[in-house]
T-cell receptor, first 116, second 113 residues
Framework: GAGVSQSPSNKVTEKGKDVELRCDPI?????LYWYRQRLGQGLEFLIY????????KSGLPSDRFSAERTGESVSTLTIQRTQQEDSAVYLC??????????????FGPGTRLTVT | GNSVTQMEGPVTLSEEAFLTINCTYT??????LFWYVQYPGEGLQLLLK?????DKGSNKGFEATYRKETTSFHLEKGSVQVSDSAVYFC????????????FGKGTMLLVSP
């Protein structure tokens, strides 16, 4: 079946502009994660959605970052007033969920964001 | 908090050489451990995992054993191929239920013919 998809694959934006990144998880996966991968670094957790529960926003680096998810489907990550340090690859992952984890996370191809 | 440390790369090997990529972790409780691989131009994919001490994960000729006494999960392969060239990430998740992954910085492997 289809994997996790993300769009756009590449985004170049000017400093100060807002950007919106999209993630389509695997159908049936109730858990959705956003990570950021800056050059030469590992992946940093940003935010987690699980069903109708309140999202875990503990990884968001500033209040310029926000994310939404519609039910158990599409999620959008919004970065307002982008800064050069926001340049990174933003990765989305989805998984099944429940207490008998851990559940394998399936990653999308990522969106490469470049802030000029 | 949780953390993962893995050896810096790039690791450069000739085809058929033996591979070890070291990974150590710091975590409370009993985390699950993972190796993810990112081939050039592709997304991250799970390579192998181990969920409890002394478990050995294996896939595609790669192996890693969960060593609680040394808090390690080193990745090994007996004979690498050019097609194994990729970036390898060690990661952990908390002991049960939902958990985000904590990743190491990744190790690039370059295999030459």
């Amino acid at each position: 079946g289809a994997g996790v998809s993300q769009s756009p694959s590449n985004k170049v934006t000017e400093k100060g502009k807002d950007v919106e990144l999209r993630c389509d998880p695997i159908s049936g996966h109730t858990a959705l994660y956003w990570y950021r991968q800056r050059l030469g670094q590992g992946l940093e957790f940003l935010i987690y959605f699980q069903g109708n529960s309140a999202p875990d926003k503990s990884g968001l680096p500033s209040d310029r970052f926000s994310a939404e998810r519609t039910g158990e489907s599409v999620s959008t990550l919004t970065i307002q007033r982008t800064q050069q340090e926001d340049s990174a690859v933003y990765l989305c992952a989805s998984s099944l969920a429940g207490t008998s984890g851990p559940w394998e996370q399936y990653f999308g191809p990522g969106t490469r964001l470049t802030v000029t | 908090g949780n953390s993962v440390t893995q050896m810096e790369g790039p690791v450069t090997l000739s085809e058929e050489a033996f591979l070890t990529i070291n990974c150590t972790y710091t975590a409370t409780g009993y985390p699950s451990l993972f190796w993810y691989v990112q081939y050039p131009g592709e997304g991250l994919q799970l390579l192998l995992k181990a969920t409890k001490a002394d478990d050995k994960g294996s896939n595609k000729g790669f192996e890693a054993t969960y060593r609680k006494e040394t808090t390690s999960f080193h990745l090994e392969k007996g004979s690498v191929q050019v097609s194994d060239s990729a970036v390898y990430f060690c990661a952990l998740s908390a002991s049960s239920g939902y958990s985000t992954l904590t990743f190491g910085k990744g190790t690039m492997l370059l295999v030459s013919p």
